[in-house]
């Protein structure tokens, strides 16, 4: 049980990682996020075709800069999905939900919405 619990801290701040550096390269609004990871889990119900929808749609209209580069690869079958609730600094009453899914190992986000 402990080293399950290890395992999932780890996966959470990882993914919390590389989603706070994903948003910050792309999202327009600078400035500082707050980030919760609200659940980490799995699923092989998101075809190819859903990612490049995902990917063409690059997040809520005006949040995010056009033009995101994901990290190459074949999408896989199997895909990691990390649903997360932000906040930005200067309307820290304002939330906002969104998951990000990233290949089995967590090593590269895949896609947004």
């Known amino acids: 049980m402990g080293l399950l619990l290890v395992a999932s ?17 792309y999202m327009n609004a600078p400035g500082e996020y707050r980030w919760s990871i609200d659940k980490i889990d799995s699923t092989k119900y998101v075809s190819e075709e ?8 690059g997040g809520p209209a005006g ?14 079958k199997t895909l990691v999905y990390v649903q997360t609730t932000f906040t930005h600094e200067s309307d820290s009453t304002k939330n906002h939900t969104e998951t990000f899914y990233f290949d089995t190992e967590m090593n590269r986000i895949v896609a947004f919405k």
């Not at 859903?50 to 749609?57: C, Y």
């Open 9 to 25: 801290c780890g996966k959470k701040g990882e993914a919390k990682s590389q989603i706070k550096d994903f948003t910050k390269e």
């Open 50 to 57: 859903k990612i490049m929808k995902m990917r063409e749609a």
């Open 63 to 76: 949040v995010y800069k056009s033009g995101i580069k994901y990290a190459e690869g074949n999408v896989p």
